[in-house]
Nanobody, 126 residues
Framework: QLQASGGGLVQAGGSLRLSCAASGRSISSGTMGWFRQAPGKEREFVAGFRWGGGTSTSYADAVKGRFTFSRDNAKRTVYLQMNSLKPEDTAVYYC????????????????????WGQGTQVTVSS
């Protein structure tokens, strides 16, 4: 239901834009998240977006100012623009969604989401 794409190999300082397209599910409501998982590490929160009153976007401190969440409701697609990439950004990136409009404190929690994309590999070389 969620299809992530756009990963690849890029040099440090470069940029990538990840996409997450939905099928059979509306992602123009609820809460959307981007997570990543590096080898041997737990899945970690990257960015989240909550639709509705008080619509808000949140970012992990490690990516704040470098990554930007955006969306195209007509295309049922969300994006993660990643600039100034660093080797430590290397990971498999996942998009996730829940129809629930979560409280802000729940947005970084992977178990808050009920649908996940398959992941796309991002590799940043030094």
């Amino acid at each position: 239901q969620l299809q992530a794409s756009g990963g690849g190999l890029v040099q440090a300082g470069g940029s990538l834009r990840l996409s997450c397209a939905a099928s059979g599910r509306s992602i123009s409501s609820g809460t959307m998240g981007w997570f990543r998982q590096a080898p041997g590490k737990e899945r970690e929160f990257v960015a989240g977006f909550r639709w509705g009153g008080g619509t808000s976007t949140s970012y992990a401190d490690a990516v704040k100012g470098r990554f930007t969440f955006s969306r195209d409701n007509a295309k049922r697609t969300v994006y993660l623009q990643m600039n100034s990439l660093k080797p430590e950004d290397t990971a498999v990136y996942y998009c996730a969604h829940t129809p629930a409009r979560m409280v802000l404190s729940a947005i970084p929690t992977p178990t808050s989401y009920d649908a996940w994309g398959q992941g796309t590999q991002v590799t940043v070389s030094s």
